[in-house]
């Protein structure tokens, strides 16, 4: 009988604890939104804290009288697991990679809320992979086993650097053993990591669409609320997929939308009526944010596109693409210059589609940059992010391509969606960049005598850096078509904060 | 002279299907040519030096129009001319120095480029202040008082000195061409010790746990790197491939075998990784007169960078690649534009070619970039370190102002 009470007990705790949690998960979306109302938000602040710390302290107690009671462990599991998710939603607020794992937080968030509370306008950590403990239990619970790579870069010892040939088919094996893992995130996962989808826009199309599957085929447990646990099945598919290719920084955006989204869910949904909803929700995201943005950016952008024009473009952009295409289609007499890089080479199949269309094109490499730029006009680029301070994260070289024009005082047009403006800064292309396989410096694909580097894993002192992004800073940048516009590059926070409500409140 | 005809003509022929690679090798053998036609060349008694300046002159010529753009030939062609004009000179003025003659000669003009044995002090003091003087209108006026002289002095000079005269023309003949054949020599050792004078100066800008950006691959840099390594400076490299001769690939593997730690990064990522990095140091096709560089492909970019970051670039260069022109349009006039297939296969874009929707493609693949002064920190030399700006003064050091233009013009015969 006693057994019995202390359940109730606990139960009941639980659940106003979670109530308490969404409230103040809400309070803090109010406060982040609408920042100029600070008269509101202090004492509401306060009055949370002390009721979360309250809460806390009778999870605990509640946990340890129900483990006590050898009984249901799975009430102090959920009610741990609540905070942990609540945690880990504001965490992923500000960037992909849930590998802060669920473990580390659950010790921490005993004697932090109060500082997490004060210091929740900060970005919090990312995952950084020269701290051990992290990294150890990251790799403790993940589903990929990634090998280190040997010759490490020490400048980049906090970003992951691993070996690329090894996790494909050692994951394809696992296909049937990973039930936690629904299949079409699965199927994403190995096509990222294969290398099939680049490019920010494809990436976020079908993580989006994988995730849509997986909310249509999920259905809740029985007493088990819809809300958290599909909450927490979409952050273990992203920390999936993240494994298998970092999450770039504008993807972050679509799953922070997806989040709120379920979060924003009446409770008095059924299953069905829920996953409708957020399956709408995601289809209106993908349409307005990429597809129909992307036309309207096509024609911004098309109105700079004058006869007579040489334009310059850097590596596989598709919006890019599409605003070369359809300046053509309406018949303006214009010239394309494709400078391409290694080791991705990923200019030439944009080559090769501008040549079927009928563009005349002049193919280079990125050293011949200083002697193209002076024939040049403008120059369009696609990016990956738009960060705060206006810097643009896009493919590594970009930042070049932009400076040589700044130099000859050519106009430089960067191409992007408003969905990939983050609240981010970053001042160089350090601190936040994922590195590529080494191995595909070492060998020039179509030149068989470039074979210097064949045995360069035997040299120690010998390593091979594949960057893949890079920051340009924002001063060599003119101005930024988006589908709110043409803005220069200051205006980048304004977007942030005036749009971003909108962005939320569909 | 059929073998150094053949000689000539071998190496004409290297230049011309680019075989000889590298602005010292080129020197080198350029010099080692001249040398040979030089030696063979048979002087007549008097003004052996403007004969054995336009025998060098016409192989020269031949030389720098097979390949413009190598401008090493240039250079050690003016360098030899330069040679002959110095030695005759002091030749003579030792010869001043030696005889007491009361002889009149009043072709002051000419007698900066004369080998006369005819002097009078008035001579004396007109060779003496020819020396200093600027370039007039009769110096430039070169070649016809060569032969309007030569009756002049002859019938000025007695016969009473004649055999003295022939004696002493003779030994000073050969004289020339002996301290020609020997400066050339030197010319020839300080082309191939180049890099020790250089390295010797890597312990002054090396300091230790410095990242140093290199793109490409250039001996200088690899002794220059190396000789720090072995006075114990501990540093670090990055190696920036070059595309799409991928030079970046040996330097690195050679340096990581002398045992630096060495990092190779994507042409693409200099500018990344250029905020962490103390210094650039870079190798160089030719330098011009007013101190811009003409440098393998890409350094423009870098340059540009350093700048923005304010990391001090750093050229080297052998004294045989500083070149006494003044560059105009050089990407375009200065430059050489290789085979494409070194970007593209030419299997993967036939199709595309072939296909009637009038798309057409262009592929640019150039060897070099112009570096101007002003993105450059610092020139490394065998004489030392220099300012861009101090880069035309070393070239009084090393050419003559007549022989700026090898190409000799079509009324003179000699």
């Known amino acids: ?506 | 002279m059929p073998d150094v005809h053949t000689l000539v003509n071998e190496f004409l022929n290297q230049l011309k299907k680019r075989k000889i690679e590298g602005s010292q090798a080129t020197a080198k053998q350029a010099a080692e040519l001249l040398r040979s036609v030089i030696s063979q060349q048979r002087l007549p008694q008097t003004h052996q030096a403007t004969a054995l300046i336009s025998a060098v002159r016409a192989v020269g010529e031949k030389l720098i129009a097979a390949n413009p753009v190598e401008l090493a030939v240039g250079n050690i062609v003016r360098r030899v001319l330069h040679i002959i004009r110095e030695e005759d000179l002091s030749l003579a003025t030792a010869a001043i120095d030696g005889l007491e003659l009361s002889a009149v000669s009043d072709d002051e003009d000419d007698v900066e480029r004369d080998d006369y044995p005819v002097l009078s002090a008035a001579a004396v003091a007109a060779a003496a202040r020819s020396t200093l003087r600027p370039p007039s209108l009769q110096t430039l006026l070169e070649d016809t008082p060569i032969s309007a002289a030569i009756p002049h002095t002859s019938s000025s000079g007695g016969d009473s000195e004649g055999k003295s005269r022939s004696v002493d023309k003779s030994s000073r003949g050969r004289k020339l061409k002996h301290d020609v054949i020997e400066a050339v020599n030197e010319l020839i050792q300080d082309i191939s010790t180049c890099y020790e004078q250089i390295a010797e100066q890597a312990v002054e800008h090396i300091h230790q746990n410095e990242v140093i950006l290199t793109l490409g691959s250039s001996k200088t840099v690899l002794e220059f790197l190396c000789a720090a390594k072995e006075k114990k400076r501990s540093f670090k490299v990055f190696v920036a491939e070059g595309a799409p001769r991928y030079q970046g690939h040996l330097l690195a593997k050679e340096l990581a075998a002398r045992g630096l730690q060495t990092t190779v990064i994507t042409d693409s990522a200099v500018f990344a990784m250029i905020s962490r990095v103390n210094m650039v140091i870079v190798g160089a096709h030719a330098v011009m007169a007013n101190g811009g560089v003409i440098a393998p492909v890409g350094l423009n970019m870098v340059a540009l960078a350093a700048q923005r970051h304010a990391v001090p670039f750093v050229v080297l260069a052998g004294s045989h690649k500083l070149c006494p022109l003044y560059p105009h349009n050089p990407e375009v006039l200065l430059n050489e534009l290789r085979s494409p297939s070194e970007l593209l296969d030419f299997g993967e874009f036939s199709d595309c070619m072939d296909s009637a929707s009038g798309g057409s493609l262009h592929v640019v693949n150039p060897t070099f970039d112009y570096v101007p002064p002003k993105l450059v920190s610092l020139f490394i030399t065998d004489t030392g370190g220099h300012n861009p700006s101090y880069m035309y003064r070393l070239i009084a050091d090393y050419y003559s102002a007549d022989d700026l233009v090898v190409k000799r013009r079509p009324a003179t015969t000699s």
């Open chain 1, 1 to 506: 009988m006693a057994q019995i009470h202390i359940f109730l007990h606990a139960f009941i705790l639980f659940l106003s604890l979670f109530f308490v949690v969404t409230n103040e998960k809400k309070h803090e979306t109010v406060t982040e939104v609408c920042p100029n109302t600070p008269s509101v938000s202090p004492p509401l602040k306060s009055k949370t804290t002390k009721a979360e710390r309250r809460a806390l302290q009778e999870a605990q107690r509640a946990a340890k009288a129900a483990s006590k009671a050898n009984g249901n462990s799975a009430v102090a599991e959920s009610g741990k697991a609540a905070l942990a998710k609540s945690k880990n939603q504001s965490s992923l607020k500000k960037d992909g990679p849930p590998v802060t794992s669920e473990v580390t937080i659950d010790k921490k968030s005993g004697n932090r809320p109060p500082e997490k509370e004060r210091k929740k306008d900060a970005p919090p950590q990312r995952m950084q992979f020269d701290d051990q403990n992290r990294v150890g239990k990251a790799k403790r619970r993940a589903l990929v086993n990634q090998t280190e790579a040997k010759n490490r870069v020490e400048l980049f010892r906090h970003l992951p650097q691993y070996d690329h040939g090894s996790q494909l088919p050692n994951l394809e094996s696992k296909l049937f053993q990973l039930d936690s893992v629904h299949p079409a995130v699965f199927k994403v996962g190995l096509r990222y990591m294969a290398g099939d989808i680049s490019g920010v826009n494809a990436r976020c199309t079908e993580m989006l669409r994988a995730l849509q599957e997986a909310i249509i085929d999920y259905s809740t447990p029985p007493e088990k609320v819809l809300i958290r646990e599909l909450t927490a099945k979409i952050s273990s598919y992203i920390s999936f997929i993240n494994e298998c290719r970092p999450l770039s920084i504008s993807m972050g955006n679509a799953i922070r939308f997806v989040k709120r989204r379920i979060a924003k869910l009446p409770l008095s949904h059924t299953d069905v009526e829920a996953k409708t909803a957020l399956c709408s929700d995601i289809d209106r995201f993908i349409n307005e944010k990429i597809i129909i943005a992307d036309k309207v950016i096509v024609g911004h952008a098309s109105t700079k596109v004058r006869d007579g024009d040489v334009l310059l473009t850097y590596g596989l952009s598709c919006v890019v693409e599409m605003i070369l295409l359809s300046a053509h289609d309406v018949g303006k007499k214009f010239r394309v210059v494709v400078v391409d890089s290694r080791p991705k080479l990923e200019s030439q199949a944009l080559l090769n589609r501008l040549i079927a269309k009928g563009l005349s094109c002049t193919y280079t490499h990125i050293n011949a940059v200083s002697y193209i730029m002076h024939e040049v006009t403008k120059v369009f680029l696609g990016a990956s992010a738009v960060l705060s301070n206006g810097t643009v994260l896009s493919r590594v070289g970009t930042a070049c391509i932009a400076m040589v024009a700044h130099a000859f005082s050519v106009p430089v047009l960067i191409c992007c969606e408003a969905f990939k403006f983050h609240e981010r800064v970053l001042l160089d292309s350090i601190c936040c960049n994922e590195i590529g396989d080494p191995g595909a410096l070492a060998t020039v694909p179509g030149r068989m005598d470039i074979n210097y580097l064949e045995n360069w894993t035997n040299e120690e002192n010998l390593q091979l850096l594949n960057l893949m992004y890079d920051v340009t800073p924002s001063d060599y940048v003119s101005v930024i078509v988006t589908d709110h516009g043409m803005i220069p590059p200051t205006s980048v926070p304004v977007i942030v904060r005036e749009y971003g409500q909108e962005h939320y409140l569909i």
